[in-house]
């Protein structure tokens, strides 16, 4: 008999994307320490959360030897785009306004392979009884004009440090594989200047956010037809 011993081991890919040093804008000079200790917050919820999700793919992986996760990204939102949004918003740049108006200064983006894990993932982590959902936006049954799609969730975990409980809010994005190249491309292009074309580019794009939201509807009928037929997809993309 073999036991895999690390049922998690797709997960290695998984990064928190959190800077060593992070360049504190002038105008927050004033509260520089203060914004240091949250951003520490923020990466202890974001860690709390990738545990979450860490033990539901270790266990559905051993249970129905697929891994429902394909990969997990997390990032602490940068300082000079917490100052724009909260600009961008006409709220007071502060550290408290940031902390009581900013629901994504923490993020974990989940990758899937199929559509179904999506709703799978969203739907476990919802019942876990200390996961408040404070928010739910389903771009996937209403993709935006542009074509985005993703499930989006905010959600608020208890973090114990050495003095007190605090709920800190995290937004957890879930997409495919396919949503997320397609809004990785969109991202880059959101920010570059000048685009030659752009009203043709965005058509395009539309486009093939359309296309490949069929192509994640025909992977997942395959893979239902299969499944029907009695046959367990054995870990569908491992490299062995
Ligand atoms: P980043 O760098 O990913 O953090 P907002 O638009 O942020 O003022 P809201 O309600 O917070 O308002 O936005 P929403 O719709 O919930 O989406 C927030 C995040 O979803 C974005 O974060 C993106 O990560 C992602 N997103 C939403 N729409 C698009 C889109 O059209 N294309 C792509 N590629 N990503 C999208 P940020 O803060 O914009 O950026």
Not at 51 to 80: G, H, Y
Not at 184 to 202: F, G, R, T, V
Not at 221 to 232: P, Y
């Amino acid at each position: 008999m073999e036991i895999n011993s690390s049922a998690n081991s797709d997960l290695d890919l998984s990064f928190v994307s959190v800077p060593s040093t992070v360049a504190v804008p002038d105008s927050m000079n004033g509260w520089a320490h203060q914004f240091q200790e949250a951003m520490m917050k923020y990466t202890c919820a974001i860690r709390e959360v990738k545990t979450k999700l860490e033990v539901l793919n270790d266990e559905l992986s051993v249970r129905n030897q697929r891994n429902p996760i394909e990969m997990i990204k997390s990032r602490v939102k940068k300082p000079m785009s917490i100052i724009e949004k909260l600009q961008r918003r006409g709220l007071p740049v502060s550290l408290q306004s940031m902390m009581e108006n900013l629901d994504d200064v923490a993020g974990v983006r989940v990758i899937c392979s199929f559509v179904d894990d999506i709703y799978a993932v969203a739907d476990m982590l919802t019942r876990q009884d200390d996961v408040g959902v404070v928010m739910v936006k389903d771009y996937i049954r209403h993709p935006k004009d542009n074509g985005y799609r993703s499930y989006h969730m905010i959600i608020e975990v208890p973090v114990f440090f050495s003095e007190q409980k605090q709920y800190m809010r995290v937004e957890v994005q879930i997409r495919t594989i396919a949503m997320d190249f397609w809004a990785s491309l969109d991202h880059e292009l959101k920010y570059k200047k000048e685009i030659p074309n752009a009203e043709e580019i965005s058509r395009e794009l539309r486009e093939c956010a359309d296309i490949i939201a069929g192509t994640d509807e025909k992977m997942l009928a395959i893979r239902r037809r299969i499944e029907g037929q009695g046959t367990r997809m054995d870990r569908p993309g491992e490299w062995r």
